[in-house]
Every structure is written in structure tokens, then in C-alpha cells.
């Protein structure tokens, strides 16, 4: 059974940094790229950043790909994405996903 479990939220300020952590369980193919989701309240859910399993190789939304970065450690079976210059509308539950399997979330507050 896979568990995607997501962790590193909390509450900032406009202009800082938080990091979050998103580690997997069970078996799943490397072929699945990993990636980041996010939904603030009254929109849909979005995607933000992925990255392949077996290549490292990242990618990313528009409205992030110069503030956001996405990593792996393939030992710890955990991605990461680090946010900096956080914004007011960077503020959503941000969810990790992988295969269809999806993580409880995790709340990022940013205020101005």
C-alpha cells in the first residue's frame, strides 16, 4: 500500500522562505514523475512542480519556476520544494502526489 505523506507548512510573511517535504512508502514505479499540487480556498486544484523519478529532471508552473525549486532524494524516497519570495496568493493547501496516490496536505500561509 502506498502512503504519500506531506510535511513543512506553516505561516510567514510575503518575501520569506519554507520548505516542504513529501516522502512515499510502499512500492511505485520509477517511471511515475512526483510531483507538487496546490488548491487555495474557492479555486481548483493546480499543479506547481514535478519531478522525474529516474532523471531528476524538474519542471515547473510558469507563475513559480523562478521562485520555486523541486529536488529528490532517491534514498529517502522524498522530494522536496523550496519556496522562496513567497506571496499572499502562493497560500493554498499543497498536496504531493505520485501514481494517482495522493498526500493529506499541508497548509502554507503567506501574508503581506
Known amino acids: 500500500q502506498v502512503q504519500v505523506v506531506e510535511s513543512g507548512g506553516g505561516l510567514v510573511q510575503a518575501g520569506e522562505s519554507l520548505s516542504l517535504s513529501c516522502t512515499v512508502s510502499g512500492h511505485v514505479s520509477s517511471v511515475y514523475a512526483r510531483g507538487w499540487f496546490r488548491q487555495a480556498p474557492g479555486k481548483e486544484r493546480e499543479f506547481v512542480a514535478g519531478?522525474?523519478?529516474?532523471?531528476?529532471?524538474?519542471f515547473y508552473e510558469n507563475s513559480v519556476k523562478d521562485r520555486f525549486t523541486v529536488s529528490r532524494d532517491k534514498a529517502k524516497n522524498t522530494i522536496y520544494l523550496q519556496m522562496n519570495s513567497l506571496k499572499p496568493e502562493d497560500t493554498a493547501v499543497y498536496y504531493c502526489a505520485v501514481d494517482q496516490q495522493w498526500g493529506q496536505g499541508t497548509q502554507v500561509t503567506v501574508s503581506s
Open positions: 519531478i522525474g523519478w529516474d532523471d531528476g529532471n524538474p
